[in-house]
């Protein structure tokens, strides 16, 4: 609501095996550099290869990203947020880089499963900081990791389960900085899963939207007559 273009991406894409491949994708900074890189972040991911393991398609991103702003004097520096996961036969592998989040929304509690790569996220992880102090820090939204400004990146890579009541929530930081925990669970849980990102979407809309807001709610397929 009070931006002029989005600097957000995302990807959902099918894989072979009935999997799926979904992302989200946050642009650092006002500039153009940060739409480019979330775009061009996400275009990486499009062309991942099943055999590849997700973790170098992720250090793939970071080669395009930052090479891409080693080469235009505007965009240097430029990088952006990047979390993924590939979803299928009751499991989830999932990647991150940055302060976008992934959660599973279960049948009674939401539980996030990435680190907010961030200078109030990592004081809150060696204690300096309480959740609700970090998610009120000044320096909350100054990332300690991105894909793409610097010549390698570390990323956290790791496999979680998925049960047939479960869903697997990405998100940027405009979702879960207008709404709370509970409030993302109980939207999040709710009805029809089209339904239930459109609700989230609209809740945090309604609370300002001074950020972009990008949501990918995904489940099992369960197995149709
Ligand atoms: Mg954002």
Do not use: K
Request: proline content about 2%; hydrophobic content about 45%; aromatic content about 4%.
């Amino acid at each position: 609501m009070a931006r002029t273009e989005n600097q957000d991406n995302w990807l959902v894409r099918p894989l072979a095996g009935s999997r799926l491949l979904v992302a989200v994708a946050d642009g650092i900074g006002g500039g153009p550099g940060g739409r480019e890189a979330s775009a061009l972040a996400i275009e990486t991911l499009a062309r991942y290869e099943p055999a590849e393991a997700i973790g170098e398609t992720f250090a793939l991103a970071n080669d395009r990203v930052h090479a891409h702003g080693q080469a235009t004097r505007e965009l240097l520096g430029m990088g952006t947020t990047l979390t993924a996961a590939v979803v299928g036969g009751g499991r989830v592998v999932l990647a991150h880089v940055g302060d976008s989040r992934a959660y599973r929304i279960g049948r009674v509690a939401i539980e996030r499963l990435t680190d907010d790569h961030s200078v109030a996220g990592e004081m809150e992880r060696v204690g300096t900081l309480t959740a609700d102090e970090s998610a009120h820090h000044p320096q909350r939204h100054v990332l300690t990791r991105a894909i793409g400004p610097f010549a390698s990146v570390r990323v956290d890579v790791r496999e979680v389960s998925l049960g047939a009541d479960d869903r697997l929530l990405l998100c940027t930081d405009g979702l879960y900085n207008a709404l709370d925990d509970e409030a993302i669970f109980g939207l999040a849980a709710a009805g029809a899963i089209e339904a239930a990102a459109h609700a989230l979407v609209e809740a945090a809309l309604a609370h300002g939207g001074s950020d972009d807001i990008t949501v990918v709610l995904a489940e099992l397929a369960t197995e149709r007559e």
